[in-house]
């Protein structure tokens, strides 16, 4: 494969090492797609025959025929999907295959190849980031009053709806879509052209195979064109941020389901039952949603670890960016499909939801406002005030709602029978009308917005 | 501080895990910001009465130049840089101060304070990389046609010029740069509003503290408002990828330096000496430059990891979110001065770059061009032809060039003398004129473009 | 300090960059112990005089006090706390100070003092974990039969004793401890001696260093002793992995304050409020503890790329081995006290906890066990039945005790009453009397075996 | 499977995420000895008959004699290993299948077998390491006095000899292999009998499946039994650092390779060429080894991630446990052996390694210490003096050892001709005789030492 000057072949652990192709024929269409670019401009440009550049595309096509239908036979000898490729290419057309790889090398090919994966990849996970949003804002929909307690630190903070919290995760996918937008733009950039690593003496047309593929613009240095590999870190930097938002909605999602929240069920299609205790119902996919959060974050521990270091120009070592970037791309797909199937199945527990709202002194933040509003209570005295209450409630085993209003005067004779309208949820939870806010009419208007912005 | 319900103080293993004034204190400037916009809006909307507002103001204002000035004593038990300005300011203006947390929350607070120091770190990072960017150029302004050798596998593959390899670097900080801006987008959208969790019941403006800060609009999501951090996520991985390729830019110093290559030659600004070897003269700036970006990456992983699985909506887990950026973007901001520094410094050693280029058949590749073009072979079997050859100059240890016609013609009857001429480097550099090649005439172009980018 | 190379000094940012005082000068007790014993051996070598030596170590003792009562004044301009030691030594001592370096290098002076500090840190942290495992069997004993849900899942699954869940924890501190031993022995070698990297011509007695400094053995091969981290790697390993332990527990205890478990409740000493929800008592110690396991494998992170492919010997790279080490110790120390903290303050509610141990047919295992016993069903065709039963209780809203005998044999006519003993939590915990089982009687008896095994 | 509780199927994506056949059949051998062990100890405690456990055997060792020879179907609907197993069971013995998981259940199982793999995966690398041991030791005895550079900071320090260095990595790997040893004991633990989490019933006896499998002690908890994967985690640290160190030489050969160094060769075994470039011989295997580094590192972050904040006892999220170790120890396996492979294949070149030594005034510190030895100067100031010698060196462009007499004391008027004895390179390497130091006779005397313990 190398030429002339290579006497004997590898050592047996050095092939079993190097080669490439057990992962890298996942690459084997953008490969074809880019051979055909490659050859079509150099026909353009003269560099080979019509002719030639006519037999090779045809070639191409029909290996590109015998992978799609499982009928190619890959040979861990020849290297990787490239070499696999020509060689087959070789016995199809002959002589013209030898002249496909002139003015291009590996290098560039494989820059080429894997930056027409990672794009086609981004476009397919925007895609399910959409259908992941759009399950929740059908949920949402559903949900916009359904009133639910709103957690900090996993203690009861203030009473929301379902729809809103909801919601927060359509907000959290639309970033993670900007983000793989932002990385598409740094990956559709074209290094076909940059040969080796110097750029070419034969004429070729750059533009050319740029439009012909897609891309937005030929990459300006040849050096860079073969080195980099930010335009992956970048992709497996959007995944682990988007695999980690996931895993907070997997976690809320095993929480829901657990007996100390009953919020959520999840039926047969989204649970698992035990070996041996047969009572159990366990949502396993959610779990596992939110373990890959921890396996794409490996992925891009391990790319950011090869690339840290490595002098210019392509080294060996950027051999292992495509595993990082496949295991990364596919825990990712898979947990957003999941996640999307789990959204869609889960069944709300109204009652459960509003049970634990009125739990914890909910809306005391509610009587603290009522303090500084109605009588002007700087908010830390008010602060105080409704802590002393609380306490009181919490020496008597009573809700807040149940205090007399004797009892609230005890501690702040200011207080008036209109203070305890603030304290029921369906009030706590409408007064909260700022922009953002969680307030039913709020969380209709956003449905809407999400609605329109998916269509 | 937490009102009237709590009896005891914390423990004090509790107050010292639990404190984050020692570092969150570098969010001073942030804070009084979004707390005079705060103030501000709580006037505009008659919250708060003028008078108050201005004496919050001017509170702030000498707290600010307090802590600037150094005379501000900073408490532990007041936990945060929250209520230590806050603690200070009821000193200044008294009950007033008690007014400015009103429809507001720590957890929006800091929230909108972190944004807004990411966002400044954003651009201070900005105006580095392309003080970065410029001192690159300069230096590949003075380069454009220095030869020296491109390295694939750090084994000599074809010559390039110093300033096209420079430029490398160039394109890789100008997609920093878009990361960057990337990030910033995200980051610059404004939670102040968002108060605990849930939006609030005062009749609060968004638009006016969000146009106030330089936001680009208030959060559409109260829950996400106060939960979000994946714009920090997205600062450290953008940190990340820049500290990456800056490392591969400190690798190829250290190797420069070497005595192996001898290629620059940095001064004694940029170098150090030992304790007990005379002789030294060690590049440590740029070796710390490598080791930096490891440690930016470990921020990341940190951050990433602490989000991982969270619940909605503020766990104090989020706390660790500060001192993972700060020292992500300490490191990164260091390391982009010294490096800054250190092209500056540079002296390349022409001569070196020159000899060790020559070295490694680096012009074989433009020999089996050669074959191409006049010849007429298909680039297979020219390359198999001109690893003979260079298996031949190999035995004998003489260069190609040295090679004779007839020596040339005993492997390949056809070469003429013609081919004689591409094997000197001048030619061979010359010669890659595609679009990103090494020619120097395209060297000189886009080292003008970058002058006109960066002016 | 280089000698009468240098002409000129370092950059500003060179400096920045490059000086770790800010961070070594937590070395100063390792390092003046580890210079006095150089200089006894010194002495005792005759290769300085016994005067010299003994003004060394009376110069050393002071500024160990200076450094102790805070007095000592660090420079930056002399990098890092073996040149600020000694350039202080010399002001006090004199010539003599200046013999103190001879066949010593810097390189392998501060991997003697580091590998010091590590074994310190590792026998404070053992102190600590033992302290961690007291409190853990403390609180065990008082509840070796209080009965709580095991969850597998999160979802409930069978009952165990609230004594034997925190016993699982006291094996985990057991294998942190046994890992923080292992990592001790390969600390505890001796470094010095191997001067810059190759050894000396002085004719040391590295033996005796060796056993002054209380090292197992002087390391066999002066290369490997400047530029070996393994040992500090191995020393965050053990922390990461005894963080993550102790995040497990962490998560348990932000989950049991939670208003849906209610297991335990954390005293005002381990607990916040809000500053906006004035009912609010927030696990924020158990919630960094958790973080901080991030923030840990952070660290390790950050050492394990900084050590990747780093060429023999040493490089200034190495340098961020420290602050690594330090963080990710502290970090660790911080959080094994908070947690011992919180171990000892919490209080369990066993009446919620008995309570939830009812709910999710937590003993339906015992069912299916009793079908093997007594009626000689295959597990699996056991595991059937009792599914098939438990979906009848299910469907009914009743518990398993509550079906009656009668409903039980319309799904299996063999069942007899005696089946109904099996059912309740009291038995079904009884009966796990399998080494390592929850039956009480194991759990006394294994809170009586670490009682021993930590006296 | 779950018995008579479900009603539905899961959904596709659920049976997606969710089966772990693909990759847990890896532990068929140890899952199917396992399991003979537990049938062995059912039988023998009379919890199921003889026959029973003799089918249930004769079965095993069909089903392993099936998977052995590639003729046994995997089942993704039968989830994973110990299903497929199971039901394939089920078809050869009939009803006694069933009964196999009496007292067992997959969470203690899948623990067992996967310890179990470990302790067969630890044994299989520290063969692999004790090879690569020897593999250095044999080329250090043939260069205990190649006279080669000793670098820092990629300066060249001091000469040693190629044995010395090789020999550093000896001691590093016999640290890799006491870590592995370390993390055995660990996970040599018998977690069988924990049954689902609470222990059994059934009079079970853990000492003989103990003893059976070669355990050294069953776990004294079993709600720890099911949830601990710190013998993982523990696995991961020790391969991640072993392959850090491999790592280190990894990074020394690309260089030795390098044109800059050219200290070694590696044959046409150990190389391969490129696709444009007829003259390349790049050291790949070397790159990969330095690459694969990160990826194990990758993989320890993943399960620290996963592991992180896991409550007790067992979570569907350590079902990502198996493919981290899987791919980590492949990939370290991989490392090793390609790099017992090159160190097999390496030729060093004395010529170019001793010329190498003789630039960079490697003996400034034999100057030094002459001046300290023979005109009882103190160190930093023979460090000084050394270091005005090397500039006037420097600056006339020649060799330490071309300097006159004269010349040197120009600087120091006391330096006697027997100074300048220290200067050459053979002279400088026999000096450092202390114990560790690089002088040929130590060097012997190591090779020998090593040769003995690996035996």
Not at 201 to 213: A, E, H, N, Y
Not at 245 to 272: K, M
Not at 274 to 281: C, D, G, L, T
């Amino acid at each position: 494969m190398w030429g002339g000057r290579f006497e004997r072949g590898p050592a047996e652990i050095m092939e079993e090492i190097n080669a490439s192709i057990a992962f890298d024929q996942r690459l084997y269409a953008q490969d074809i797609a880019a051979s055909k670019a490659h050859a079509r401009m150099l026909a353009t440009r003269q560099i080979i025959s019509q002719a030639d550049a006519d037999a090779i595309s045809a070639g191409l096509d029909r290996i590109k025929g015998e992978i799609d239908q499982g009928s190619f036979t890959f040979s861990r000898s020849l290297e990787d999907i490239h070499m696999n490729v020509e060689s087959r290419l070789k016995e199809l057309v002959g002589e013209a295959a030898g002249r496909l790889h002139t003015a291009r090398s590996r290098n560039d090919q494989v820059a080429t190849d894997f930056r027409l994966w990672v794009r086609d990849e981004i476009d397919n996970l925007d895609r399910a980031l959409a259908a992941f949003q759009k399950a929740l804002v059908a949920q949402a929909a559903k949900h916009t009053d359904t009133i639910m307690p709103g957690f900090t630190h996993l203690q009861i903070a203030q009473p929301v709806t379902f729809g809103h919290h909801l919601l927060a995760y359509v907000e959290m996918a639309a970033r993670d879509r900007a983000r793989f937008a932002a990385a598409r733009v740094r990956a559709n950039e074209n290094p076909l052209g940059a040969a080796a690593l110097a750029g070419t003496s034969f004429p070729v047309d750059r533009k050319q195979t740029t439009k012909d593929l897609g891309f937005a613009e030929p990459m300006r240095n040849s050096l860079d064109a073969v080195s980099a590999r930010d335009f992956a870190l970048e992709f497996l930097g959007a995944a682990a941020i988007c695999a980690t938002n996931l895993s907070r909605l997997a976690d809320e999602i095993v929480l829901w389901c657990s007996p100390g929240f009953r919020f959520v069920r999840l039926t047969d299609a989204y649970t698992t039952g035990s070996s041996i205790m047969p009572q159990k119902r366990n949502p396993d996919a959610a779990e596992l949603v939110r373990a890959k959060c921890a396996r794409v974050t490996g992925a891009l521990v391990t790319l950011l670890g090869v690339m840290k270091g490595l002098p210019l120009t392509y080294a060996k070592d950027m051999q292992e960016d495509k595993e990082a970037v496949f295991d990364g791309a596919d825990s990712l797909a898979l947990s957003v499909a999941a996640m999307t199937g789990m959204v869609e199945d889960l069944e709300a527990d109204k009652t459960a939801m509003r049970r634990a709202a009125g739990e914890g002194f909910s809306t005391a933040t509610d009587l603290a406002d009522w303090l500084v509003r109605a009588l002007k209570k700087p908010f830390r005295e008010a602060h105080h005030i409704t802590g002393r209450i609380v306490a009181m409630a919490e020496a008597r085993g009573s809700k807040l709602e149940d205090l007399s209003l004797k009892e609230l005067q005890s501690v702040e004779p200011g207080i008036t029978a209109e203070a305890l309208k603030v304290l029921s949820l369906d009030a706590a939870v409408a007064s909260r009308t700022s922009f953002g806010g969680t307030a039913p009419e709020n969380v209709k208007a956003q449905v809407k917005y999400w609605q329109e912005q998916l269509k």
